[in-house]
């Protein structure tokens, strides 16, 4: 085969998805139970369907020009984004989002360390620079980011406060909830000392709300959970509900500021006109429905951990769960993958996030009995991989 990957591709030839379900090339139909961490609300909803069909704006429009959608879109973000965002930067995904927030506060600060938490956050030199401790090796010329490892628990927080106290930290940056780490949630302690150490200090608070955001966790932006003011907000993923390629970095004014007069962020491609439509169209009818699709991602949340809990794990399992996103914990190497395979041949799609986690994110919109036969097909499959699960 010619197309590059960094693993090998999993066994399903996808030709087609509507609502929970995908479908391949043979007509086989799988329950959608990872979404890839965007479809919140599914495939093919049918505003999102009609905007595509009925668009007839131009295929491009040249950075340099306006576009009033972008203006549109632009606004709308700004309004109910956490924080106070003053501008809205295009980017195609959340890694170009990424990198366009820890360019602005190098120059914004004239700093160039930073502070995350051990986890990913894209695939750009800068994102892998605030990502895994790992990638240093690989790649060792990353932009300096020193790494909060452990429980974000208040001790912690005191000990990433007193760092910042230092002065010469340009930017921490942290998923609300730290999803690549198999959802590992501070506690509001540690975020009220990162946060409230960023504000004096001059050190540019950035929350990554890519995989978070838009009703994944039960709120609107999982930053409501802990009370957050970022000074610079990066969205992808959910943001378009996986309908489009499109990512935003929303950031405060005095942080655009320096961004539009000590240096322009370009983009070639970002926010092409049809993808504002498609993304416009998806918010638009999110924000109408955002309390039953809230209340319905929560209601979904208290059957599937019940359901877990019911279930003959493995020994010494560990779920952690917020909203419609579910990460479960082995503790011997390679059974999640071979979990997830298993589920694949039953028709269920789950993702294995490393050796030892698979995590679950079906769509709001799932039924009550594809979520039921989804679950189902997962009990079994712990059954079929761990023969005597219970003894072990």
Same mark, same amino acid.
């Given at each position: 085969m010619?197309?590059? /990957?960094?693993v090998?591709?999993? /066994? &399903?030839n996808?030709?087609?998805?509507?609502g929970?379900?995908?479908?391949?090339?043979?007509?086989?139909?799988?329950?959608?139970?990872?979404?890839?961490?965007?479809?919140?609300?599914?495939?093919?909803?049918?505003? %999102?369907?009609? #905007?595509?069909?009925?668009?007839?704006?131009?295929?491009?429009?040249?950075?340099?020009?306006s576009?009033?959608p972008?203006?549109?879109?632009?606004k709308?973000?700004?309004?109910?984004?956490?924080?106070?965002?003053?501008?809205?930067?295009?980017?195609?995904?959340?890694t170009? #989002?990424?990198?366009?927030?820890l360019?602005?506060?190098?120059?914004h600060?004239?700093?160039?360390k930073?502070?995350?938490?051990?986890?990913?956050?894209?695939?750009?030199?800068?994102?892998?620079?605030?990502?895994?401790?790992?990638?240093k090796?690989?790649?060792?010329?990353l932009?300096?980011?020193?790494?909060?490892?452990?429980?974000? =628990?208040?001790?912690?927080?005191?000990? %990433?406060?007193? /760092?910042?106290?230092?002065?010469?930290?340009?930017?921490? &940056?942290?998923?609300?909830?730290i999803?690549? $780490?198999?959802?590992?949630?501070?506690?509001?302690?540690?975020?009220? +000392?990162? !946060?409230?150490?960023?504000?004096?200090?001059?050190?540019?608070?950035?929350?990554?709300?890519?995989?978070?955001?838009?009703?994944?966790?039960?709120?609107?932006?999982?930053?409501?959970?802990?009370?957050?003011?970022?000074?610079?907000v990066?969205?992808?993923?959910?943001?378009?509900?996986?309908?489009?390629?499109?990512?935003?970095?929303l950031?405060? !004014?005095?942080?655009?500021?320096?961004?539009?007069f000590?240096?322009?962020?370009?983009?070639?491609?970002?926010? !092409?006109?049809?993808n504002?439509?498609?993304t416009?169209?998806?918010?638009?009818?999110?924000?109408?429905?955002?309390?039953?699709?809230?209340?319905?991602?929560?209601s +979904?949340?208290?059957? &599937?951990?019940?359901?877990?809990?019911?279930m003959?794990?493995?020994?010494?399992?560990t779920?952690?769960?917020?909203g419609?996103?579910?990460?479960?914990?082995?503790?011997? =190497?390679?059974?999640?993958?071979?979990?997830?395979?298993?589920?694949?041949?039953?028709?269920? %799609?789950?993702e294995?996030?490393?050796? /030892?986690?698979? =995590?679950?994110?079906?769509?709001?919109?799932?039924?009550?009995r $594809? +979520?039921?036969?989804?679950?189902? &097909?997962?009990?079994?499959?712990?059954i079929?991989?761990?023969?005597?699960?219970?003894?072990?």
């Amino acid at each position: 085969m010619y197309l590059g /990957r960094d693993v090998p591709a999993r /066994r &399903i030839n996808v030709k087609s998805a509507k609502g929970e379900n995908l479908f391949d090339v043979s007509g086989k139909k799988y329950i959608d139970f990872s979404t890839n961490w965007c479809g919140i609300l599914g495939w093919s909803l049918p505003e %999102v369907q009609s #905007a595509r069909k009925n668009f007839l704006g131009p295929t491009y429009v040249d950075p340099n020009f306006s576009y009033e959608p972008w203006e549109e879109l632009a606004k709308l973000l700004i309004s109910i984004a956490p924080g106070k965002m003053g501008k809205v930067f295009r980017a195609t995904g959340g890694t170009e #989002a990424v990198e366009i927030a820890l360019q602005a506060a190098i120059l914004h600060t004239k700093r160039s360390k930073f502070i995350s938490p051990e986890g990913y956050h894209g695939h750009s030199l800068a994102a892998l620079s605030v990502g895994f401790s790992h990638y240093k090796d690989l790649f060792p010329h990353l932009w300096p980011c020193e790494k909060v490892k452990g429980q974000l =628990d208040r001790k912690i927080g005191q000990k %990433v406060a007193n /760092r910042i106290n230092k002065g010469d930290i340009a930017a921490y &940056i942290s998923e609300p909830f730290i999803f690549n $780490n198999g959802l590992v949630e501070p506690s509001k302690e540690y975020f009220q +000392l990162v !946060q409230e150490s960023c504000k004096k200090y001059g050190t540019v608070f950035i929350i990554d709300e890519v995989a978070t955001g838009f009703g994944r966790t039960g709120k609107m932006f999982a930053s409501e959970y802990f009370d957050l003011f970022p000074d610079i907000v990066c969205l992808g993923k959910g943001l378009t509900g996986g309908n489009a390629v499109l990512g935003a970095t929303l950031m405060n !004014q005095k942080l655009a500021k320096t961004m539009e007069f000590e240096f322009s962020y370009y983009s070639t491609f970002a926010w !092409q006109p049809l993808n504002v439509d498609i993304t416009l169209a998806y918010l638009k009818y999110f924000l109408k429905n955002k309390q039953s699709i809230l209340g319905k991602v929560n209601s +979904l949340n208290l059957i &599937i951990n019940k359901r877990l809990l019911s279930m003959n794990l493995p020994s010494g399992s560990t779920i952690r769960s917020k909203g419609l996103a579910t990460f479960i914990e082995f503790e011997r =190497d390679g059974l999640a993958k071979k979990i997830a395979d298993k589920c694949l041949e039953n028709g269920l %799609v789950i993702e294995a996030l490393n050796e /030892r986690v698979i =995590d679950i994110f079906p769509p709001a919109i799932i039924s009550n009995r $594809n +979520l039921n036969r989804g679950l189902d &097909i997962l009990e079994k499959s712990f059954i079929s991989s761990i023969p005597f699960a219970g003894l072990m």
